[in-house]
């Protein structure tokens, strides 16, 4: 719906200010959008301060967002299911939070994973084809336990990046 109306609703990327968006149910777009789309369409939104994104890793929402971030947003929240392609893309992040162009007007930032959700993108799992390819031994087993710790190791790194660059974000967890 999000980016039907950025194609068809003239203006749109010029007066949206909040966007929430929860898409977990990993078949928003089985028509004619992809996720690329979305973050195309999500870059465009010049005046955007506020995004909430609820995404699946079916959906591939959970990686390659921080590029497509409009500057303007100041308070963002993230929450995704666990993955290992989203726990490798959290290096993205850290990498565009040490950047203190990124994000210049960011307030308050949530980053969070969805502790009823599976690991997805191990061996064998029909959508990780592509991302378990690039891999010289892809994992067969990873339990949420160890996700977890896992994430919440990358996630203060990211944390600190970005209470360095920006010391009076509010950073919730």
């Known amino acids: 719906m999000f980016c039907h109306g950025v194609d068809n609703v003239p203006n749109l990327t010029k007066v949206l200010e909040v966007l929430e968006i929860e898409t977990t149910s990993g078949h928003d777009f089985a028509n004619i959008y992809d996720p690329q789309d979305f ?48 726990l490798h893309d959290i290096d993205d992040w850290i990498k565009h939070a040490s950047d203190q162009t990124w994000l210049p007007q960011l307030k308050s930032f949530q980053l969070t994973v969805d502790p ?8 064998g799992d029909m959508k990780s084809r592509d ?43």
């Open 39 to 86: 973050r195309d369409r999500l870059q465009m939104c010049t005046n955007l301060r506020e995004l909430r994104l609820a995404a699946s890793y079916p959906d591939s929402l959970d990686t390659d967002m921080a590029s497509y971030l409009p500057p303007s947003v100041e308070k963002l929240s993230l929450r995704y299911t666990r993955s290992l392609p989203f």
């Open 116 to 123: 009823e959700s599976c690991v997805g993108g191990l061996e």
């Open 131 to 173: 991302w378990t390819r690039k891999l010289e031994n892809p994992p067969r087993e990873f339990s949420p336990e160890a996700f977890d710790m896992k994430f919440e190791e990358k996630r203060r790194v990211l944390y600190d990046m970005l209470k360095s660059n920006w010391p009076f974000v509010d950073l919730l967890v």
